[in-house]
């Protein structure tokens, strides 16, 4: 039993603080617009998306394990259980990335994921030192990267780029502003340290809270416009689940008793895998299954 436990807590732990609930979000926002544009999606993109991701946030805490170690240190501490590994494990992701996409024959689409895979690692090079001298600019450049994701899609499957694109477009940015605003929270004292002018530093946590209150509700109007010009099924509006969550993590990172590791890496990335639950809830309550 106590085996099974300790296999367990590996395991769990490498989902985590590894980044792979990170990186099945950005699978699991693709799931979800597969659904509302009713094309069927398939295992080569939702791999290839997880694979992209995971590349490039490894290789973004593989390069600041230092500066992480005093902002995240139990995620420090698993990570250094494999870190000369991790270069090796970023080639292998990214030769997968790249064969399955010419094995399928989609060379614009490869084109254009590649470019935005090395948008993410140039951002741990050299974007994010900008945001030294350009307020938000990491929240806004991530949070691009993010949104993207839509724009790989519609290239994957040969999907036009037309207004419902565009609304999905700006829902997955607006979010990703929260979630990537929020998260810098925890780091605001080694940010200030390194004169990084992220929205938590230039606001401080409560007035980002606030701020982040308001974009939640900002972001809702793309889906209700989508709706009410029927660009977006009716189901998208169980989206706007993502409002009560939103104010929930808000409020607990208020509270001193909330485990800080639990609330950003379970609570606040776990979102994005809630978002096709909350879409084939609305199907089943609109009798569409």
Not at 29 to 42: F, G, P, R
Not at 120 to 141: E, M, N, Q, V, W
Not at 203 to 213: F, H
Request: aromatic letters at 18%.
């Amino acid at each position: 039993m106590q085996r099974i436990k300790k296999i367990f807590k590996i395991v769990k732990n490498e989902f985590i603080f590894g980044g792979h609930l990170l990186s099945l979000g950005g699978a699991s926002i693709a799931y979800t617009a597969s659904i509302l544009l009713n094309i069927e999606i398939t295992w080569d993109f939702l791999l290839i998306v997880y694979l992209a991701f995971q590349s490039a946030y490894l290789f973004n805490r593989y390069k600041e394990i230092e500066k992480d170690s005093l902002t995240n240190p139990e995620r420090t501490v698993h990570l250094e259980k494999y870190y000369k590994k991790i270069p090796f494990i970023i080639l292998l992701f990214l030769l997968i990335f790249f064969l399955i996409q010419l094995y399928f024959h989609k060379i614009p689409a490869l084109i254009f994921s590649s470019f935005v895979v090395v948008l993410g690692f140039l951002y741990s090079i050299f974007f994010k030192t900008l945001t030294r001298k350009i307020i938000a600019l990491k929240d806004i450049f991530v949070s691009l990267l993010w949104a993207l994701v839509i724009v790989f899609f519609t290239l994957y499957y040969s999907h036009p780029l037309d207004l419902s694109i565009f609304i999905l477009f700006v829902f997955i940015f607006l979010r990703w502003i929260v979630n990537t605003s929020f998260f810098d929270i925890k780091d605001i004292k080694s940010d200030s340290e390194e004169h990084l002018l992220t929205l938590a530093v230039v606001l401080g946590k409560e007035r980002l809270i606030s701020l982040l209150s308001l974009i939640t509700i900002f972001a809702i109007l793309p889906i209700i416009f989508g709706i009410y010009l029927n660009i977006i099924p009716m189901i998208s509006v169980f989206l706007l689940l993502t409002v009560p969550y939103t104010y929930y993590y808000l409020k607990l990172s208020r509270s001193a008793k909330i485990n800080t590791a639990f609330l950003y890496n379970v609570i606040v990335d776990g979102e994005f895998l809630l978002w096709p639950i909350f879409i084939l809830i609305g199907k089943l309550l609109y009798g569409r299954i």
